[in-house]
C-alpha cells in the first residue's frame, strides 16, 4: 500500500506562483510514474505532469506547459510541482498520484484558487 501525502496548495492572484509537494509512504521506484492531477469543478480529472525519473521523462499538459515545472526526489519519495504565472482558469483541486505497475494510488488533494 503506498499513502501520498500533499503540502500546499492556497490561493493566489492571478499571475502569482505557487508551490505544491508530496510525499509517499510505501513502496515505490523511480521506475513508477509519479506527478499531479487536477480537477476543476463540473470537469474531468486531468493530467498536468508526470515524472518518470528513471529514465529522465517528464510530461506536461498543453496548458502548463512552461509556466509549471515537476521535479522528483525517488531518494525521498517526492515530488513537487512549481507553479508560475498562474492563471485562473488553473483553479481546481489538485491530486497526487503514483502509478505502481498499473496500480494507481492517489493523494486527498490540494485546492488551488487563483483569482484577484
Known amino acids: 500500500q503506498v499513502q501520498l501525502v500533499e503540502s500546499g496548495g492556497g490561493l493566489v492572484q492571478p499571475g502569482g506562483s505557487l508551490r505544491l509537494s508530496c510525499v509517499a509512504f510505501?513502496?515505490?521506484?523511480?521506475?513508477?510514474?509519479m506527478g499531479w492531477y487536477r480537477q476543476a469543478p463540473g470537469k474531468e480529472r486531468e493530467m498536468v505532469a508526470v515524472?518518470?525519473?528513471?529514465?529522465?521523462?517528464?510530461f506536461y499538459a498543453d496548458s502548463v506547459r512552461g509556466r509549471f515545472t515537476i521535479s522528483r526526489d525517488s531518494s525521498k519519495k517526492a515530488v513537487t510541482l512549481q507553479m508560475n504565472n498562474l492563471k485562473p482558469e488553473d483553479t481546481a483541486v489538485y491530486y497526487c498520484?503514483?502509478?505502481?505497475?498499473?496500480?494507481?494510488?492517489w493523494g486527498q488533494g490540494t485546492q488551488v484558487t487563483v483569482a484577484s
Open positions: 498520484n503514483v502509478d505502481r505497475w498499473g496500480t494507481n494510488f
Open positions: 510505501g513502496g515505490i521506484y523511480s521506475v513508477n510514474p
Open positions: 515524472s518518470v525519473e528513471s529514465s529522465g521523462e517528464t
